[in-house]
């Protein structure tokens, strides 16, 4: 055979064989196409069941329910409230959730929230660079301080005082931190309970902590107990967990449109 009779021969096979790749990959694109089409379809779907699903579920608020007027036990239903509480709940029905509200240590409060066993948590926190990394904040709800609860009639602590008294704060609040970061060794409790009843019991000398909360146990201990001056300025918010931005913007929301009453 001539080498232009084989030529012959290749050619329709060439032709053929681009032919069927010309018809099939119609075939491949209409497939393909097709299964984007269905994907486009149930993913909606399946985000919109996650939601359902989510709305049904409570928004878990932790919080240690001694601080008020913020958050605290009320003496006759046992009921933690006060206005975390409050602003929280808002925040939860403008979402179309219920709130679930839970009681823990303090130092537990933004782990809970960070590892996801908690959607916020609200004990008078205060917003600090370091807990930033770990969660979110609301704006702020409220701007106080620190001062000194202690027994009336007694010197009045001051910072400088201070290095020569029984200091009590709550663990790993940002006043413990303070204290230490200011030379200071205090004693820390657990709860603000527990401090409070070492000062009656004249075991510290003194508690360091929110102003807010200081004025409200002076008010209720009928001249017992005094507060000195305020020695630092500090933003409450409610931690949510990094990037949950609806409940954030919802807790925003809530606590504009109080200030604004």
Same mark, same amino acid.
């Given at each position: 055979m001539t080498l232009e009779n084989i030529k012959k021969n290749q050619q329709p096979r060439e032709q053929s064989n681009s032919a069927n790749?010309?018809?099939t990959r119609p075939r491949i694109m209409t497939f393909a196409c097709l299964l984007a089409?269905?994907?486009?379809?149930?993913?909606?779907?399946?985000?919109?069941?996650k939601d359902a699903q989510n709305n049904e579920q409570p928004l878990v608020l932790v919080t240690t329910g001694e601080m008020p007027p913020y958050s605290y036990r009320d003496e006759k239903t046992g009921a933690i409230v006060g206005e975390e509480i409050e602003i929280a709940r808002e925040a939860a029905a403008k979402l179309g959730r219920k709130l679930e509200v839970q009681t823990a240590q303090f130092s537990s409060l933004l782990p809970m929230v960070s590892e996801g066993k908690a959607d916020l948590a609200a004990a008078e926190i205060i917003i600090t660079e370091g807990r930033l990394r770990t969660v979110d904040f609301s704006i702020p709800y409220a701007t106080e301080?620190?001062?000194?609860?202690?027994?009336?009639?007694? $010197?009045?602590?001051?910072? /400088?005082?201070?290095?020569?008294m029984r200091i009590a704060v709550l663990d790993a609040s940002i006043y413990d931190f303070y204290l230490s970061l200011h030379g200071l +060794?205090? /004693?820390?409790?657990? $709860?603000? +309970?527990?401090? /409070?009843?070492a000062l009656k019991?004249?075991?510290? +000398?003194a508690i360091f902590y929110d102003s807010c909360t200081v004025r409200v146990m002076v008010e209720k201990s009928n001249g017992k107990l005094a507060a000195s001056r305020m020695e630092t300025r500090e933003h409450f918010g409610i931690a949510v967990r990094k990037g949950n931005t609806r409940l954030k913007t919802a807790l925003n929301e809530v606590i504009e449109s109080r200030r604004k009453k």
């Open positions: 790749m010309l018809m089409v269905l994907l486009a379809g149930t993913l909606p779907l399946a985000a919109q069941e301080g620190g001062m000194f609860l202690y027994r009336a009639g007694e $010197t009045m602590p001051t910072m /400088i005082r201070a290095e020569r +060794d205090p /004693i820390r409790f657990k $709860t603000y +309970d527990h401090a /409070i009843k019991e004249k075991r510290v +000398d």
